[in-house]
């Protein structure tokens, strides 16, 4: 649920910063180069210095979605196994229905 949470939060940004468009702070109007852990949040380079993130671990932001990417995928991974060994668990009770 927190990995969808972040897609949604990232693909809303992206739409907010336009085609090819580089997002920005909207408290300091400067570039998110950085991605804060703790808050799982796009920081710019300001919030990093503020007190609010400066004991944060922060990830450059390209580092951080392709993390994210690979664990959504993993997730993926597992319901589509999920779902292949229900439909293998529904097909042989429809079997011994008949």
Do not use: M, N, Y
């Amino acid at each position: 649920a927190k990995i969808i949470e972040i897609a949604k939060r990232l693909s809303l940004q992206a739409a907010k910063g336009g085609a090819g468009g580089e997002r920005l702070c909207e408290k300091h109007q400067e570039a998110l180069k950085l991605f804060c852990e703790e808050d799982q949040t796009p920081i710019c380079l300001v919030c990093r210095e503020s007190q609010a993130h400066r004991v944060h671990a922060v990830v450059p932001i390209e580092e951080a979605a392709e993390e994210h990417k690979e664990k959504f995928q993993a997730h993926v991974q597992i319901l589509k196994d999920r779902r292949e060994k229900l439909l293998g668990l529904k097909t042989a009770e429809e079997g011994k229905s008949l």
